[in-house]
């Protein structure tokens, strides 16, 4: 099993920063890329950003700019810096990360809202 830890979300200000951390421990064979998604109320979960073991990174065109996703593959641990934040950022965000087979773990989520 995989378990993904995930820390960071929060209230901020629009304009303001914050920076997601996932931490993946258990029984990783290979991983092949980890990632964040978003899920806002009454809404689907949506792609927010990913990055593979070989760095090369993906994301939404909403956050293209604004959010840096980075990796250290020692720690099995992905990181979101999202800066310039806005309201319409807030939603629950998920870490994902997808295994060889291919297998994909989700972690429970972690609430970040954007408000004045």
């Known amino acids: 099993q995989v378990q993904l830890a995930e820390s960071g979300g929060g209230l901020v200000h629009p304009g303001g920063s914050l920076r997601l951390s996932c931490a993946a421990s258990g029984s990783i064979s290979r991983i ?35 959010f840096t996703i980075s990796r250290d593959n020692a720690k099995n641990t992905v990181y979101l810096q999202m800066n310039s934040l806005k309201p319409e950022d807030t939603a629950v965000y998920y870490c994902n990360l997808v295994g060889l087979g291919p297998v994909a773990y989700w972690g429970q989520g972690t609430q970040v809202t954007v408000s004045s």
């Not at 899920?39 to 293209?64: C, F, H, M, Y």
């Open 32 to 66: 092949i890329r980890m990632g964040w998604y978003r899920q806002a109320p009454g809404k689907e979960r949506e792609l927010v950003a990913v990055i593979t073991s070989g760095g090369s990174t993906n994301s939404a065109d909403s956050v293209k700019g604004r």
